[in-house]
C-alpha cells in the first residue's frame, strides 16, 4: 500500500513538473500609431485573449499599410493590420509570395482628400492643378488616381511630406489639399484649431468608389498555422466586442501604450471610424470579417485598374474567410 501511494505521489510530482502547453509566438504589426481605432488589438493584449488561445503576441506600432504588408510579407511579422488594397498590389507584383487578408475590419474605407474652405475648393474638379501633400506610403494617395480618374482630374502636383507634417503643411498653407484617414486627417486638422465646418472632406467613398480597406493580414508561412490564425481572429473579435460596447476600455488600453494621447480626441477618433467604416449596415446584418464577394471583386478590379497592375489581381488571391468563425459568433451590436 505505502509502495503504490509513493508511485502515485511521484506521479502526481512528475506531472507537476511538466511545462505549461507552449504558446505559440506572433509578431503582430499594426499599420500606424497607437490610437483609437488600433485599440481593439490592445484590448485582446491586455485581456488575455490571445493568451487564451494559445498565442503569445508581441505587438508594434507601424509606419503605413504597405510597410506592414512588406513587414508580413518578408516573415518579419506573422500577422499585421493592413489596407487591403496595399495585399491587392504586393500579390500582384510577387506571385506566388501572396500574404492573405484572413478578416476584413473596414468595410467602408476612410479613404479621402481635403482642403481648407478659405481655398476656395469645393468639388474635386477645383483640385486641378493644385499641391497635394502627403506621404508616399498613404493609402489614400496610393488610390489618389482611381479617385481623380473618377471625378475628372488630370493634373495635379505631389508634394511628399511625413505624417507629422502633412496637416501642418495645409493648415500653413504650402499645399492645397492633403489625402489621408478621415478620422485621421480630419482630427488632426481639428487639433491645430480647424473647425470641422472649415474642411472641405471629399472622401472617396462618397463619388463612387466602393472600397474596402483594413483587415488582418497573414504571411503565407503563418497560413500553414490554421489553429493559431483562427485563434487570432477570434481573440481579436472578443477586442472588438468589448471595444463597441465600451469605447472607454479600448482608450485606457491605447493610453497604457502612449500615455501622451488625447483621450478625447481618440475617444472621437475612435467612434468616427466605429460609425463611418465598421459597423456598415452589411457588418449589422452579416457580422465583422467577411466581404460581399460581388462588391469585393468590383473593389479588386478598381484598384487594380487604379495601380496598373497586370495580370490585375484576383480575389481569391487576396481575401479568404476560411479562418472565420461562424456567422453568429461574428455579430456585434448595431
Known amino acids: 500500500m505505502n509502495r503504490k501511494i509513493a508511485w502515485l505521489a511521484a506521479l502526481a510530482l512528475g506531472f507537476a513538473s511538466l511545462p505549461a502547453a507552449a504558446q505559440t509566438?506572433?509578431?503582430?504589426?499594426?499599420?500606424w500609431v497607437f490610437q483609437g481605432p488600433t485599440a481593439p488589438f490592445l484590448v485582446a493584449l491586455d485581456k488575455g485573449y490571445y493568451k487564451a488561445e494559445g498565442l503569445d503576441v508581441t505587438m508594434d506600432p507601424g509606419q503605413g499599410s504597405a510597410g506592414a504588408v512588406q513587414r508580413v510579407a518578408t516573415g518579419a511579422y506573422q500577422i499585421g493590420f493592413a489596407d487591403v488594397n496595399s495585399v491587392m498590389e504586393y500579390n500582384a507584383k510577387?506571385?506566388?509570395k501572396e500574404v492573405m487578408c484572413v478578416f476584413m475590419a473596414y468595410d467602408f474605407a476612410p479613404f479621402g482628400v481635403y482642403a481648407l474652405k478659405k481655398s476656395g475648393i469645393k468639388v474635386p474638379k477645383d483640385l486641378e492643378g493644385k499641391k497635394l501633400g502627403a506621404p508616399v506610403f498613404d493609402a489614400s494617395f496610393r488610390l489618389?488616381?482611381?479617385f481623380a480618374k473618377k471625378t475628372g482630374i488630370t493634373k495635379y502636383e505631389h508634394v511628399n511630406l511625413t505624417p507629422q507634417l502633412r496637416e501642418q503643411s495645409l493648415v500653413q498653407g504650402s499645399v492645397d489639399f492633403?489625402?489621408?484617414?478621415?478620422?485621421s486627417?480630419?482630427?488632426d486638422l481639428k487639433s491645430r484649431g480647424v473647425k470641422f465646418d472649415d474642411i472641405v472632406a471629399m472622401r472617396y467613398v462618397d463619388f463612387g468608389l466602393d472600397l474596402y480597406a483594413n483587415g488582418i493580414v497573414v504571411s503565407a508561412e503563418m497560413l500553414k498555422n490554421?489553429?493559431?490564425?483562427?485563434?487570432f481572429i477570434a481573440a481579436t473579435l472578443k477586442g472588438w466586442k468589448d471595444v463597441i460596447a465600451d469605447n472607454k476600455l479600448?482608450?485606457?488600453a491605447a493610453k497604457k501604450k502612449d500615455p501622451l494621447i488625447d483621450e478625447a480626441l481618440e475617444t472621437e477618433r475612435l467612434q468616427i471610424s466605429l460609425q463611418s467604416n465598421i459597423l456598415t449596415p452589411y457588418v449589422k446584418a452579416n457580422g465583422m470579417?467577411?466581404?460581399d464577394p460581388e462588391r469585393f471583386a468590383r473593389s479588386v478590379a478598381l484598384v487594380s485598374d487604379a495601380f496598373g497592375l497586370s495580370p490585375p489581381a484576383t480575389p481569391d488571391k487576396v481575401f479568404t474567410n476560411k479562418f472565420l468563425p461562424p456567422k453568429a459568433d461574428r455579430m456585434v451590436a448595431k
Open 144 to 146: 489618389f488616381p482611381a
Open 289 to 291: 470579417g467577411d466581404v
Open 226 to 231: 490554421e489553429k493559431a490564425v483562427k485563434g
Open 250 to 252: 479600448g482608450i485606457a
Open 185 to 187: 486627417s480630419m482630427l
Open 94 to 96: 510577387n506571385p506566388g
Open 25 to 31: 509566438p506572433i509578431k503582430f504589426t499594426l499599420d
Open 178 to 183: 492633403i489625402s489621408g484617414h478621415y478620422f
